[in-house]
């Protein structure tokens, strides 16, 4: 699934380039033949005043007068031949020109950024006098060449809604399987479990006194506390004030008991010790218990974990640091991706439960804030703050 959404979106964006690419090519193809019309009307609008001026012929006059009339697009400002205006222009607004002494000569600077070369008309020779038209661009030139930039950005915006919709369908795809498969989990444990319950009180009766009967019972219930966990993530699980430092030592004191002599575990809660927020405390727990484990598993039975704990503006910052073998970089950010273990054995299902637990459940985060080779590995959980339930 993942591979077929990588390659829609592959797919959008290759159109989109294909059809940007060929809008500003063909709009730059159409705005070069308008430019050089364009050029083509002012040489005839010059023309035209000439023989305005010049005509003794009544149907030359008339010709030359419709001519120029019909020139009401393109902007055309005279100027004599030292490029000093002269006062005649054309198709600008008259209200701005008798309202700022400087705005012909800052339509005549503007006129000369577009590579536009003038039409110069020869008075004289000697002296030499001479008239230049200079002239920008018609209202239509100036839409056709914004085109493409309206075209990319009605682009942008749909290559950007269709992946949003992708990424949505996805992402809901990839919530109903994993809920599917944490409730068939959940159901197939659920049996052999009330089973086990069964038979564990049988045993009760018939062997209390034996040293065994408890560590069974503890066994049972640890299946339970995971049958609860699957359960929980395939469906919407009930937060409850907690203190998180709380469950941070209760996690601590029960993984200290289940390792060697050589792993030593640091917590100060003293930074978070009262303070409180909503959380799922089975859930919770189980990703304090999947962080230590891999930290454990970095270790490889020598080493020290540290949790350290803070407040930061409306948020608690829980870092979890191992002093084992680190994470090479380009592995980094494939550590939450399921399926992906660097353990002989495992399913690689541990962070990317951990993350869907503290980012979709919790509102919160879940990283690798930084790992080094040889030096070891920090993962953060960022949780919002909640008022305590006393105040």
């Known amino acids: 699934m993942l591979s077929q959404f990588l390659n829609w979106r592959v797919i959008l964006v290759g159109i989109a380039i294909i059809l940007v690419s060929g809008t500003i090519f063909y709009s730059q193809y159409v705005a070069g033949k308008i430019a050089r019309e364009e050029r083509k009307n002012v040489e005839a609008w ?12 009544s149907a030359s006059f008339n010709l030359a007068t419709k001519i120029s009339s019909e020139n009401n697009q393109i902007p055309i400002i005279e100027t004599n031949e030292q490029d000093n205006i002269t006062g005649n222009y ?3 607004d008259t209200a701005k020109v008798k309202a700022d002494p400087s705005y ?7 006129f000369k950024r577009y590579n536009n070369k003038p039409i110069t008309v020869i008075l004289k020779e000697k002296p030499y006098t001479a008239n230049r038209y200079y002239y920008g661009e018609s209202e239509l030139l100036k839409e056709v060449r914004l085109y493409p930039i309206v ?8 290559i950007t809604i269709a992946i949003t919709a992708l990424q949505t369908s996805y992402r809901s795809a990839q919530n109903q399987l994993w809920a599917s498969m944490a409730k068939e989990t959940a159901h197939q444990l659920g049996t052999p479990v009330s089973s086990l319950q069964g038979w564990l009180e049988i045993l ?4 209390g006194n034996n040293a065994i009967v408890p560590e069974i019972a503890k066994d049972v219930n640890r299946l339970l506390l995971i049958t609860d966990r699957f ?14 430092a709380d469950q941070i030592h209760y996690m601590v004191d029960y993984m ?3 390792t060697g002599g050589q792993v030593r575990f640091v917590f100060d809660d003293s930074p978070i010790k009262d303070v409180f927020t909503l959380l799922s405390p089975p859930l919770f727990d189980w990703v304090l218990e999947n962080l230590i484990k891999n930290a454990l598993d970095a270790l490889e039975g020598n080493g020290t974990i540290t949790i350290t ?3 930061h503006e409306n948020f608690m910052l829980i870092d979890t640091t191992d002093t084992g073998k680190g994470i090479a970089k380009n592995h980094l950010k494939d550590v939450f991706r399921p399926g992906f273990t660097t353990k002989k054995r495992g399913w690689g299902l541990g962070l990317s439960l951990s993350k869907r637990i503290i980012e979709q459940y919790h509102k919160g985060k879940l990283f690798a804030k930084w790992s080094e080779p040889g030096k070891g590995t920090t993962f953060r959980i960022i949780l919002p703050l909640h008022p305590s339930p006393a105040g």
Do not use: C, H, M, Y
């Open 256 to 258: 200290k008991k289940r």
């Open 104 to 110: 012909l000569r800052n339509k005549l600077a503007e």
């Open 90 to 92: 054309l198709n600008l």
């Open 309 to 311: 704990a803070g407040i």
């Open 204 to 207: 009760k009766e018939q062997e």
């Open 151 to 158: 075209q990319l950005i009605i682009v942008a915006l749909f």
């Open 231 to 244: 359960g929980k993530i395939g469906s919407e699980p009930k937060l409850e004030w907690k203190k998180p």
């Open 46 to 57: 010059v023309e035209a005043q000439r023989t305005i001026v010049n005509s003794s012929d």
